[in-house]
């Protein structure tokens, strides 16, 4: 799979120049900086031996034998991709002071430890800001830190049925429907970019700097909420609707040949429906009182859908979705992980996936970041490391500590040396 | 209402160009205050009539996702058709720093106004464009909706039940997540083009977007393990146990990643039921060491969760700081007491829909809060105040743009 273009003769990225510390784990912190990096910010992240994140604790599936293996999780080396990794043992109050030291020099803070920690670690807002009153400080978590369940312990899942997600999803015989891959814990991610790059903005207007806090449940509420308007307006419980939808007909996921083959069509217009109609070899169907507009394919959904997957079932889903683009239908093959990578042509083209360079793997392939920023494309650096790998870079280089001073710092167990946990 | 927008973006200026595609992108930046106006056909935009709908009294009816989606906004219409649309948009470009849209790809330079032409008008304007599969590529010009850009992206087929077909979420989440990219690449270029001058097309696909926010079962993982990721009900592949547990009056959701958390939870199932096995310490450490053993596992839980209520089970499980969830409905969420101490819901007042609740802050900062500055505009709203007051156009002059079906 082709890679994007990597010239020497790179243009400036778009957010050089600003640093970020991070205390972070999992996903929903760690892939704000991500992003950051990947758009030119230099993002330290400060883990602890003491209280590791649980993507480290990844144990490969092919190689049980290995144990545990911080460094090699796909995932922990997507999310914390162009990041320097320092190590400090926070629970020792030089090393809380070396953690304020780099939020001193720097303009963002993120973190999403359970509500309450960095206040009790001592490094909570307000000791922050008395050393940097222009920084952002940027925290989340999943129920934010007012209100009584402010220290709830939740995960993306937990988010996906709190916020009423589950339960709106999927087909109307299940009680609740979840995804493989958490989707709140990106979309709290995301919403969170969006608040940090705002507060910049906000901040090179001269308008300072500011704590920021993010409740993964509102958040994903929010994303939610042209949904929970139905509820908030009307008093009832919104439909689920499966794959269907109110306004388009036929709208569904049909099969193909194979195992596990599918192709999505969504229908809105009359002209798409008589093209359908020919893609699929059933033109009698104009004929059908019972499709003749969209209100009756609406109203008829059920019986249309099964006669789509009828004509669907001996076709190749590939072969169909390009047979319905080409007539101006709009259908998709549902692709899987191979697929995408393997088998889409267009993401392909667009030098979608990257090749990561890892420190032990040597490359490994990561899907992209979607950005599309085309006059300062981002660029992805290192795949995530070891804890402290970048000790001596920020420690001494950017704190200016000398040789000495670290080693006493690790003597006295506040830098936690290199290692794998 | 405020006269004037607060918060973070303040300054700001925005068109937006969107359909229900990249509403929320215009929504969560005038929500931070920016000055986001909606260009609308005459009449107004379809995406005002999607269902559900609501009627207040003997008012018009609001299609409500489009109120939840274009709070805080002002509204123009706009017939980019007629030869004077053009003019009056590369005018309104010409002061504001980012342009959103979701046409087609090639509408906006058939019109004389792609990214190279606005550039000249206004050197420091971000366009950003939100569409299907993005401005580039053999399918640039292929049809998309929320459920194919679901499809193609890897996000259905790993949402669901492993007997069922693949499924979307509700709503239309791809396109909320690549709203929300979005809004966030958007802000990137402006933060870039106030210090290069330079403004910048950002080219977002909704393909790509859901491909990023499904990764975790993506093409590392597979790669990794060799295993192609697929629908398997409620759990989650890598954590065990974990997964949606009847209890006596709903479902709870139950997830154990640290080897602490399930030491918590199997000394309260054997409080709860008597199970001895579930103590055996080969069940201890890292998912892995369980992954085996998951559908006994699950099992035990579902055994243990049948006797307690919901409400019993959130409560104690979180006290043993076990990661324990209701699945709530949409009334449960809008009638959470955690929720309701926080103030999250916010009334709105709209001009034809009257008074109606809406969800509230993503996200809240300090120094510039976060708020609905506004309700949806009705079509033209703003006519007056932004082509009279604001563009300096004569009352005879905008006259003659009605006249014309322009405006």
Redesign the interface.
């Known amino acids: 799979m082709p890679m994007r273009d990597r010239s020497a003769n790179e243009p400036?990225q778009?957010?050089a120049g600003l640093r970020a510390v991070e205390f972070t784990a999992a996903?929903a912190g760690p892939w704000i900086g991500r992003?950051l990096a990947y758009?030119g910010a230099e993002v330290i992240r400060v883990e602890s031996r003491s209280r590791p994140d649980?993507v480290r604790?990844y144990?490969?599936?092919?190689n049980?034998e290995l144990g545990?293996q911080p460094q090699?999780s796909?995932?922990f080396?997507?999310w914390n991709a162009g990041k320097r990794f320092v190590s400090l043992d926070l629970r020792q109050p030089l090393a809380v002071e070396l953690g304020k030291r780099l939020a001193a020099r720097s303009d963002i803070v993120i973190e999403n430890y359970s509500a309450g920690v960095m206040d009790k670690l001592g490094l909570g807002?307000p000791e922050l800001r008395r050393v940097n009153p222009e920084l952002i400080m940027f925290s989340s978590s999943g129920?934010?830190d007012?209100?009584?369940?402010k220290?709830?312990?939740?995960?993306g899942?937990?988010?996906?049925?709190?916020?009423?997600?589950?339960?709106?999803?999927?087909?109307p015989s299940?009680?609740?429907?979840?995804?493989?891959?958490?989707?709140p814990?990106?979309?709290s991610a995301?919403?969170?970019?969006?608040?940090v790059?705002?507060?910049?903005?906000?901040r090179?207007?001269g308008?300072?700097?500011?704590?920021?806090?993010?409740?993964q449940?509102?958040?994903t509420?929010?994303?939610?909420?042209?949904?929970?308007?139905?509820?908030?307006?009307?008093g009832r419980?919104?439909a689920?609707?499966?794959?269907r939808?109110?306004?388009?007909a036929p709208?569904?996921?049909y099969?193909c040949r194979g195992e596990?083959r599918?192709?999505?069509?969504?229908v809105v217009t009359d002209s798409e429906w008589q093209s359908l109609c020919g893609v699929l070899g059933r033109r009698e169907w104009l004929d059908d009182p019972r499709f003749a507009s969209l209100a009756d394919r609406l109203d008829h959904a059920e019986a249309l859908d099964a006669e789509i997957a009828e004509c669907t079932r001996d076709r190749t889903d590939y072969e169909l979705m390009n047979a319905l683009?080409r007539a101006?239908?709009?259908?998709?093959?549902?692709?899987?992980?191979?697929?995408?990578?393997r088998h889409?042509?267009?993401?392909a083209?667009?030098g979608?996936?990257e090749q990561l360079e890892h420190l032990e793997k040597g490359r490994?392939?990561?899907?992209?970041?979607?950005?599309?920023?085309?006059?300062?494309p981002g660029r992805s650096g290192r795949a995530g490391a070891a804890v402290g790998q970048d000790n001596d870079y920020v420690f001494g280089t950017l704190l200016g500590m000398t040789r000495r001073e670290i080693e006493a710092a690790i003597e006295a167990g506040a830098i936690e040396p290199v290692d794998d946990l | 209402m405020p006269t004037r927008p607060s918060?973070?973006?303040?300054?700001?200026r925005v068109l937006e160009l969107a359909d229900e595609t990249g509403a929320?992108c215009g929504k969560?930046l005038a929500d931070?205050g920016a000055d986001v106006i909606k260009l609308e056909p005459p009449g107004g935009d379809r995406s005002r009539r999607?269902?559900?709908r609501?009627r207040a009294g003997s008012g018009r009816e609001e299609g409500?996702?489009f109120?939840?989606?274009n709070t805080s906004k002002r509204g123009v219409t706009l017939d980019l058709q007629k030869p004077e649309g053009p003019e009056l948009l590369a005018r309104l470009a010409s002061s504001a720093d980012l342009v959103v849209e979701t046409l087609a790809p090639g509408t906006l330079e058939s019109l004389g106004l792609g990214y190279e032409s606005l550039r000249r008008v206004n050197s420091r304007l971000v366009l950003t464009s939100i569409t299907?599969?993005?401005q580039?590529?053999?399918?640039?010009d292929?049809?998309?909706?929320d459920?194919?850009?679901?499809?193609?992206?890897?996000?259905?087929?790993?949402?669901?039940?492993e007997e069922?077909?693949?499924?979307?979420?509700?709503?239309?989440?791809a396109y909320?997540?690549a709203s929300?990219?979005a809004?966030?690449?958007s802000?990137?270029?402006?933060?870039?083009s106030?210090q290069?001058g330079?403004?910048?097309?950002?080219?977002?696909?909704v393909?790509?977007?859901t491909?990023?926010?499904?990764?975790?079962?993506?093409?590392?993982?597979?790669?990794?393990?060799?295993?192609?990721?697929?629908?398997?009900?409620?759990g989650?592949?890598a954590?065990v146990p974990?997964g949606?547990y009847?209890c006596q009056d709903g479902?709870?959701?139950l997830?154990v990643?640290?080897?602490l958390?399930w030491i918590a939870l199997a000394r309260w199932v054997h409080e709860v039921t008597g199970n001895q096995e579930i103590l055996d310490p080969m069940f201890e450490g890292?998912s892995?060491n369980r992954q085996p053993y998951r559908e006994l596992l699950d099992l035990f839980i579902s055994e243990f969760t049948s006797q307690l209520s919901v409400e019993a089970a959130y409560r104690e499980g979180?006290s043993r700081?076990?990661?324990?969830?209701?699945?709530?409905?949409?009334?449960?969420?809008?009638e959470d007491?955690?929720?309701a101490?926080?103030g999250?819901?916010q009334e709105v007042v709209h001009p034809t829909?009257g008074r109606?609740?809406?969800?509230?802050?993503?996200?809240?900062?300090?120094?510039?809060p976060w708020r609905i500055q506004r309700p949806a505009p009705t079509p033209g709203q703003h006519n007056q105040e932004i082509y009279r007051d604001e563009l300096g156009i004569s009352e005879s002059a905008l006259r003659a743009l009605r006249a014309g079906g322009v405006i």
């Open positions: 400036a778009a957010l996903m992003f758009c649980v604790l144990v490969p599936p092919r049980p545990t090699l796909p995932w080396t997507d807002y129920f934010g007012t209100g009584p369940c220290r709830f312990v939740t995960w899942p937990n988010i996906e049925a709190l916020s009423g997600m589950s339960r709106l999803s999927g087909f299940r009680a609740c429907t979840l995804t493989q891959y958490a989707h814990d990106a979309m995301l919403h969170g970019l969006v608040a790059l705002a507060a910049l903005d906000h090179r207007r308008g300072g700097g500011q704590y920021i806090n993010l409740s449940y509102e958040a509420v929010a994303g939610m909420g042209h949904v929970m308007m139905e509820y908030l307006a009307l419980e919104p689920r609707l499966g794959n939808s109110r306004h388009a709208h569904g996921c099969p596990d599918w192709c999505a069509i969504s683009q101006g239908v709009a259908a998709g093959v549902v692709q899987n992980a191979e697929d995408l990578a889409d042509e267009h993401l083209a667009r979608f996936f490994v392939t990561a899907t992209g970041v979607p950005l599309g920023l085309t006059g300062t | 918060g973070a973006l303040t300054g700001r929320y969560l931070l999607l269902p559900p609501f409500l996702s109120l939840y989606l299907g599969f993005g580039t590529g053999p399918h640039r292929f049809r998309s909706s459920l194919v850009a679901s499809a193609l992206g890897g996000a259905m087929t790993v949402t669901g039940e069922d077909p693949p499924v979307r979420l509700a709503g239309t989440q909320v997540a929300t990219v809004a966030a690449s802000l990137i270029a402006l933060l870039a106030s290069s330079e403004g910048q097309h950002v080219d977002i696909s393909q790509e977007v491909a990023s926010v499904a990764h975790i079962c993506g093409v590392g993982k597979w790669l990794d393990d060799g295993i192609i990721p697929r629908r398997q009900g409620t989650l592949f954590s974990s949606a009847a479902n709870v959701y997830m990643n640290r080897p958390h890292p892995s979180q700081h076990i990661a324990v969830t209701p699945v709530n409905t949409a009334a449960a969420v809008a007491p955690h929720l101490s926080r999250f819901f829909a109606l609740t809406y969800p509230g802050a993503p996200y809240r900062h300090s120094e510039t």
